[in-house]
């Protein structure tokens, strides 16, 4: 039987290797001097490829105590879905003129929904409001930037990387502060059931000497 607990209950290490991850692919997705897409598009594939295997790795943490695990299990498969579908394609014939506008929506549309399941998260998983307050504007921003990957059609395609870039370092930013955060709460917690645990042996003591 599986203990319900929320996704933002995952390992602290959970985060902070998606920040890491998140932070160095945005980086060098927005400030390289590297101008071909094909290239900028196998590191997007890569970067999801990464991703996903951090959430699998979730999936067996949650896994072996016994908490539910079906959100991370199909974070991580829509982001193997979609490195799968940018590192290679089922018809090698096609140009990259054919294959980028079906790989940006792509991108833009994992954008959009995965910044409005973050603000969902934020407003309804939430008790802390500096983490309330974090993820709720992380997923606005990424709305913002899904929305405009998705119609900015005048820009050049080295642009629209270049956004998802910044969806990235903006998501990785929030994801290594809330695992630090979090690790912290989690010392936090530890020492107050430590010391709860002290004072009712010292009392049982206490007791059974009278």
């Known amino acids: 039987m ?15 290797l998606k920040g890491i991850v998140s932070l160095f692919a945005g980086f060098y997705m927005m400030f390289t001097h590297r101008q071909d897409v094909n290239f900028l598009i196998q590191v997007v594939g890569w970067t999801m490829l990464a991703l996903a295997i951090i959430e699998v790795v979730n999936v067996a943490h949650r896994s072996s105590r016994q908490r539910n695990w079906g959100f991370p299990l199909g ?14 394609t089922v018809n090698p014939n096609a140009t990259l003129a054919e294959l980028l506008p079906l790989r940006l929506s792509m991108l833009a549309a994992y954008v959009l929904v995965a910044s409005i399941i973050t603000v969902v998260m934020g407003f309804r998983s939430f008790d802390n409001l500096t983490d309330r307050f974090m993820w709720v504007v992380n997923g606005m921003l990424g709305c913002v930037l899904g929305f405009v990957i998705f119609n ?42 430590s010391a709860r645990r002290k004072k009712a042996l010292g009392a049982s003591s206490k007791g059974a000497k009278k």
């Open 2 to 16: 599986s203990t319900k607990r929320k996704y933002i209950e995952s390992h602290w290490g959970v985060f902070v």
């Open 75 to 88: 974070l991580g498969v829509v982001e193997m879905a979609i490195s799968v579908a940018l590192l290679y």
């Open 152 to 193: 900015a059609g005048n820009i050049s395609d080295v642009a629209h990387i270049m956004l998802f870039g910044t969806y990235l370092l903006i998501n990785g930013l929030t994801d290594l502060f809330f695992g630090v955060h979090s690790k912290d709460e989690m010392k936090e917690l530890h020492a107050e059931r």
